[in-house]
Nanobody
Framework: QVQLVESGGGLVQAGESLNLSCVAS????????MGWYRQAPGKQRELVAT??????????NYADSVKGRFTISRLSGKNTIYLQMNSLNPEDTAVYYC????????????????WGQGTQVTVSS
């Protein structure tokens, strides 16, 4: 089974920073793209940032609301991504989910759209 495990969430004050991590495991040969999504109470899950390719140079994509504040990164050749979140504000409060798409295992099995369990980020004003 492919698993994604997020960590790094917590409670911070407005203007502070957090760094989220996501590690994918389960006999993985390659992952086409990974990303971060978030879901605030009463709202739909939304894209935060994605990163494609397994090795540098990577292609990144950000939601307009986080451009210039958040940075997604990936260890080249590794199944680990990070989300550096700076200048956090209360509107960033949500459960943040890690996502991996087109995950190929060494046995040839392909998984699509795999989700982690989520990590809570709360920003107080």
């Amino acid at each position: 089974q492919v698993q994604l495990v997020e960590s790094g969430g917590g409670l911070v004050q407005a203007g502070e920073s957090l760094n989220l991590s996501c590690v994918a495991s389960g006999g993985i040969f390659s992952i086409n793209s990974m990303g971060w999504y978030r879901q605030a109470p009463g709202k739909q899950r939304e894209l935060v940032a994605t990163i494609t390719r397994a090795r540098s140079p990577f292609t990144t994509n950000y939601a307009d609301s986080v451009k210039g504040r958040f940075t997604i990164s990936r260890l080249s050749g590794k199944n680990t991504i990070y989300l550096q979140m700076n200048s956090l504000n209360p509107e960033d409060t949500a459960v943040y989910y890690c996502n991996a798409d087109r995950v190929q295992r060494y046995n040839g099995t392909m998984y699509y759209n795999v989700w982690g369990q989520g990590t809570q980020v709360t920003v107080s004003s």
